[in-house]
């Protein structure tokens, strides 16, 4: 291992990390707060600053993945399509089984120029997590409780809210719901069965009704549907703590550009119409397996330096204050200042490894394994 490599992998490189990106968050996240008394005054300006504030904060993600660890993204898709990347908004389907898969979603918006004003149907519980969480409600992200009957009103009502918003803007939605495991797939499957849908092999049952209300919702504002699948080469199982340890991935994402006028209206049609292409994916997943490559043409988009560069200016900035504040303690001498130093470690310790934590397929959401007793219901019911 190289000098470069070994200081990678050092936990004090991944305490000051963690260290810029808390600290300028919860700026940005104070800052973020003062923009609300412009939504009644100028709500575009509004969200042209928060747009600009987000990518602060996002593009500190990104920066690991593409700088820090190195990680390579090859991009399958049709060249006549590719120069409309950025220039439109867009609905984008993504698989859900890897424990950086949004990390990779996120790579292919700042790649095309729209990861600050990227948008997602996330869980209720997010909006509460400091930082990201935050940081999603100042840019009106759709949360959702997952109980479709009490979130049906607040999901149309938000997604009807970016109708005029005046940034290109991608929808990033996880269909499957919950991110890919063995159980949850047994348990799917036999929801499939019970209901008599064709069996996946590597996905589970998409969950229907809330991309079909997006589409409702945005039709006359979205252009198209990338159906994006991803995999990395070499069968490898890439985690956050292998990116903050800068190992090195290869991520291959095919993206399919469908019209949006493709896309049935009935909503029972647009069911129909996303098991079909959630049937697609999973042929496309089985060609990636057998032969390593997707049945497109491999482009690299390239590498934009924004996402170093602002994470360079926030350490410059936050770096210095923290060494100085560091000199003056250990010159004290003081054995409470040192002793109170070494307790805040730990607790910036356990802090870095909840946060790593909350990737971890293991440690992942339990929404899915409720299926169990809904497919029970149903084979009862017939």
Request: proline share 4%; net charge positive.
């Amino acid at each position: 291992m190289d000098i470069v490599g070994f200081l990678k992998s050092q936990f004090i490189c991944h305490l000051l990390i963690c260290y810029i990106f808390i600290v300028s968050g919860l700026i940005i996240n104070f800052i973020q707060l003062f923009t609300l008394i412009l939504w009644p005054i100028n709500k575009q300006l509004f969200r042209k600053i928060n747009c600009r504030l987000a990518y602060c904060i996002s593009s500190q993600m990104v920066m690991l993945l593409e700088w820090w660890s190195g990680t390579d993204c090859t991009l399958y898709t049709d060249p006549e399509n590719y120069h409309k990347y950025g220039k439109e908004n867009a609905i984008v389907i993504l698989n859900h089984n890897f424990e950086i898969d949004f990390l990779c979603g996120w790579n292919f918006c700042e790649r095309f120029g729209v990861l600050g004003s990227s948008k997602v149907l996330a869980k209720k519980e997010l909006s509460y997590m400091p930082i990201i969480g935050w940081m999603w409600y100042f840019l009106e992200i759709v949360f959702c409780k997952r109980k479709w009957e009490e979130d049906r009103k607040t999901v149309v009502q938000k997604l009807l809210n970016l109708r005029d918003y005046p940034e290109n803007f991608w929808f990033l939605i996880h269909c499957e719901g919950t991110r890919f495991t063995e159980q949850k797939h047994q348990i799917s499957m036999q929801v499939a069965e019970a209901k008599g849908l064709p069996k996946l092999k590597y996905h589970l049952l998409p969950r229907t009704k809330g991309f079909a209300v997006t589409v409702q919702c945005l039709r006359n504002v979205v252009s198209a549907v990338y159906d994006s699948t991803l995999n990395f080469r070499n069968n490898e199982n890439p985690t956050l703590l292998g990116v903050l340890n800068g190992k090195k991935y290869h991520a291959d994402l095919y993206v399919r550009r469908i019209p949006l006028e493709d896309v049935p209206k009935d909503e029972q049609e647009c069911s129909t119409w996303l098991h079909k292409l959630y049937q697609e994916k999973d042929a496309f997943q089985e060609e990636y397996y057998r032969t390593g490559t997707y049945p497109a043409v491999p482009i690299v988009p390239p590498r934009r330096p924004w996402t170093l560069l602002n994470w360079l200016f926030w350490a410059l900035l936050l770096l210095y204050p923290l060494f100085k504040l560091l000199i003056n303690m250990i010159n004290s001498g003081s054995s409470l200042t040192l002793a109170s130093f070494a307790f805040v470690i730990i607790i910036a310790s356990v802090g870095v490894r909840w946060m790593i934590g909350v990737t971890e397929i293991n440690k992942g959401s339990t929404y899915g394994n409720n299926d169990n007793k809904q497919g029970k219901g149903t084979k009862k019911q017939k």
